[in-house]
C-alpha cells in the first residue's frame, strides 16, 4: 500500500495493511512515546494512532481533516498510520525492493526502497515502528488509562 507525505511516496506491505478512513479526532493518550499522536476508538478496539512523519524526519504539522488514517497490523498489535493521502498499490517483484540495509545504516524503520520510472518509494517496516522502550511506554500509557492493550 503506497501512501503519500509531502512530496514523498512511502509504503507498507499490502498483507499489514487492513483499511484507509478519514481522519477523525484522536483522544490524546497522556505517557505515550512522542511519536504516539493519541488512541482512536476502531470498531470498538482502542488503537494508537502515530505520527507516521516523524520515523521519516518530517516536519509535524496539525492533523487536518483532508488526512487519512492507515489502519495497519505492526507485528501483533493493530495500528493507526496518518498519512496525507492514498496512492494505491503497486505490483513489483520481491528483488525489484533494495534493502535498505544495503544503502545505509541506522534506518530500521525502513525495510526497503522501490525505484521506479518516476522516483523512489520508501518501504516502512512495520515490525520496527516502535523501540522495545517505546512498545513498553505506549502499553503503560494504555493501561494507565485503562484501555487494553491492543
Known sequence: MVFALDAGRYAIPLAA???????AEVTPLPAAPGLVLGVLNVGGRVLPVFDTRLRFNLPRRTLEPADYFLIARAGVRRV?????????????????????GLITHGIEHIRGVIRLEDGLVLIQDLEQLLSADEARDLDRALVSESYSVA
Open 17 to 23: 495493511a487492513d483499511r484507509i478512513v478519514r481522519a
Open 80 to 100: 493507526v498510520l496518518v498519512i496525507d493521502r492514498p496512492l494505491g498499490v503497486i505490483d513489483q517483484p520481491a528483488d525489484a525492493v533494495v534493502e535498505a
